[in-house]
C-alpha cells in the first residue's frame, strides 16, 4: 500500500475529499521541472519618487508547525540615520519562499495591533516557490515613527504529506520625499484634508492569543467586539476594515438556501443562501456595511488556476473604509466606546478586524461634535426559486442604503460630515444533474460618499462572480471536474477638495478554466489557464495596463504598458 501511495506521489496530484467540488483544494506536488516558480498577484506597480529608499528589515522566520501557537513577534524600529525624515511612500515587504506539498494559508501582519497586510500564502512545488508581495503601507505612517512589535501570524501545519515550510523576511522601505517637492507627508500642514492620520487605534484582538489577532465570527448571531478610547481633540475618523471568509464560508457565493438543503438533504453545498453582509457597529448602532469582494484563494476551485498568476485580492486582500467622522460627537467624552462587527447569514468562520484612523487638531485641546441623523434601509432580500429534487434555480437579489450625518466643531469652524453607503447585489444560480452542476453569476455594486461643504470622495465598486462546475462522475469514487471561474474588481474613485480634484479608475478581471480528473481521493492529471486584463488610469495621466495568461503553470502572454487607452 505504502509503495503504491509514493509512486502516486510522484505523480500530479491532490488528495481531496470527493464531494464538494467548490472545496477548498490540497495542492499538486510534481517533479517536472527543476528551477523555482516565481508566483504574482497582477496589480499595478507602487509609484515611487525617485529616491534612495532607507530600508529596515523587522523579521526573519520559518513557519513550520505555527497553528494554533502565539504569533510570531520582532522588535520594530524606525529607520535610523536616514538622511531625511519626509517620506514620500513607505513599503512593506513580503518575500517567502516553500518547497514540498502545502496547503495555502491564511496570515497576517500587524504592527502593535495595527493590521498591515492580511493575505495567503502560495501553495508550493516540489522543485520550490517564491513570491513577493509589495504593499503601498504610507497611510500608517504615523505608526511607523515609533518603536512597535509587529506580530505575524500564519497557522500552518506540517505532517508527512504535507511537509512545506514557509520562509518568511518581512521589511519595510521608507523613500524620502524629492527635494523639489513641497509635499511634507511626515508632518502634517495645517490643512482640514491632510492625508493620513495622525493616530492608528488597533480594533483587534490584543496579545498574548494562540491565533491571530483577528476576530473569528462563527455564525450570523456572533457579535465580536472591542473597547476604545480616542482623544478629545479628534476632528475626523475612518474605520478601515480587514475581512477574510473560510471553511464553510469560503465559497459563501456558492451556497444554497437552507430550504433546498433541508429539502434534499444534500451535502455537495454549504448553507445559509449566498448573501453575506459585514455590519460594523458602534456603542450598539450601525456605522455602516460591506458587502465584500469575492478573493478566492490560491487553493480555491482548482490550484492550477492560481499557478502563477495568483487570484485577485489573494495577495492583498482588500480592505474597506468606513466614515466615522458623523458619529465623531458620540465618543468625545473620555468614556470608553465599543467597535462590534457581525456577518449576516453567516457560517463558520470570518476573520475580522479593524484600525481606527484619527485625525487630531492640534491647535485645540478639545474638539466637540453631534451626530444628527441617520436613514437605514433595512437588507430587503428578494429570493425567487424554483427547484424540484436537487435541480433548480435561485435567483436573490439584495439592496441596501445607509446614510449617516453629524458635525465636529474644530478649529477648522464647524463641518457637517455626510457619509452615504449604497448597495445592489444580485446572485443568480443554476443546480443541475442532481447537484452535480452549479453555475452562480453574481455581482455587487457598492457606492460610498462621503461630503462636507469644503470636500467629497466618492468610490464607486463592483465586484463579479462567476463560477460553473460540472462534475462527471466514473466508477470506483472516480470523477472528473471542470470548472470555469470570472472573478472582476472594477472601482472608479472621484476626490474633490477645494480646488482640486482627482479621478482613478481600475478594472481587472480574470477568466480560469480547468479540469481535473481525481481517482480514489487522488487527483491524478489536470490543467487550468487563467487570462487577465488590468486596467488603471487616473487625471494626472498615470495609466498602468497588463495583459496576461497562463496555462498548466507557464506564461503564455504578457503584455505590460504605461499608456492611457483611448476610451
Ligand atoms: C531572508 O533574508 C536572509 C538574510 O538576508 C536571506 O539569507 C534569506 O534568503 C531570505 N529569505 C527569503 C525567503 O527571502
Ligand atoms: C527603540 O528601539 C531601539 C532599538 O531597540 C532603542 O535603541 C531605542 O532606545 C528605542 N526607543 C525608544 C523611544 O524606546
Ligand atoms: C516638513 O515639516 C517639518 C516640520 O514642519 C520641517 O522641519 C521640514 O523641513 C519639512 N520638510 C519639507 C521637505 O518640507
Ligand atoms: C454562534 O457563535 C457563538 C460564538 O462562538 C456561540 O456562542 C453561539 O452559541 C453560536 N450560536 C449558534 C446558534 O450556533
Ligand atoms: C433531511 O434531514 C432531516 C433531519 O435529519 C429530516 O427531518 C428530513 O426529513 C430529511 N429530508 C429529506 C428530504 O430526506
Ligand atoms: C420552474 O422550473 C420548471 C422546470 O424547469 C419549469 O417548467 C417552470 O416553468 C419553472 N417555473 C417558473 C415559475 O419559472
Ligand atoms: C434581480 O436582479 C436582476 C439584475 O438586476 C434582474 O434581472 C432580476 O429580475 C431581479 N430578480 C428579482 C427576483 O428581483
Ligand atoms: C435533474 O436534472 C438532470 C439533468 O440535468 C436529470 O437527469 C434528473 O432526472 C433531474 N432530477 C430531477 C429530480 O428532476
Ligand atoms: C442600485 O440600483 C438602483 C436601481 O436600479 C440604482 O438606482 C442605483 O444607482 C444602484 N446603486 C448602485 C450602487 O449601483
Ligand atoms: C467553460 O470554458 C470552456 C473553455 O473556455 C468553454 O468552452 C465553455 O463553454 C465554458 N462553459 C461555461 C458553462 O462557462
Ligand atoms: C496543459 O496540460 C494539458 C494536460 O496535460 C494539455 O492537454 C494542455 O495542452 C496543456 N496546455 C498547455 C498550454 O500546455
Ligand atoms: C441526495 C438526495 O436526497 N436526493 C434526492 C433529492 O430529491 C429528489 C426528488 O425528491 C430525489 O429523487 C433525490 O434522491
Redesign the pocket.
Known sequence: MASTLVSLLLLSYYLISVAPLRRHLPPIATTSTTTTTTYFEVTKPIQLPNTKPCSTHVLSHDFGYTYGSPPVTAQYTPPSNCPSNTFDKIVLQWTATCEGRQFDRIFGVWLSGVELLRSCTAEPRATGIQWTVKKDITRYHSLLQTNQTLAVYLGNLVDETYTGIYHVNVSIHFYPAENKKLRNLTVNSNHLHHQWADLIIPISRNLPLNSGLWFEIQNSTDVQSKQFMIPQNAYKAVLEVYVSFHEKDEFWPTNVPNEYL????STAFEGNGPFREVVISLDGGVVGAIWPFTVVYTGGVNPLLWRPITGIGSFDLPTYDIEITPFLGSVLNKKPHVFAFSVTNALNVWYIDANLHVWLDEKREKTYGKFLTQNISPVHVSLASNYTGMNGTFATNVTRSIKSTGWVKSSFGKIVTESTQEFNYSNFMVIAKDGASQLVDQIIDFDDRVSTSADSKQSLKSFSFYLWSDTEYERNRSFVQEANITLGFNEQKIVNSGSNSSSSVVENIQNGQGLILVKGNLVVSGLGSTQQMYNYGDNNKLCYFRNISSSNYTIIYDKEGHTCSKK
Do not use: F, L, P
Not at 433541508?262 to 438533504?265: A, F, L
Open positions: 433541508s429539502d434534499n438533504n
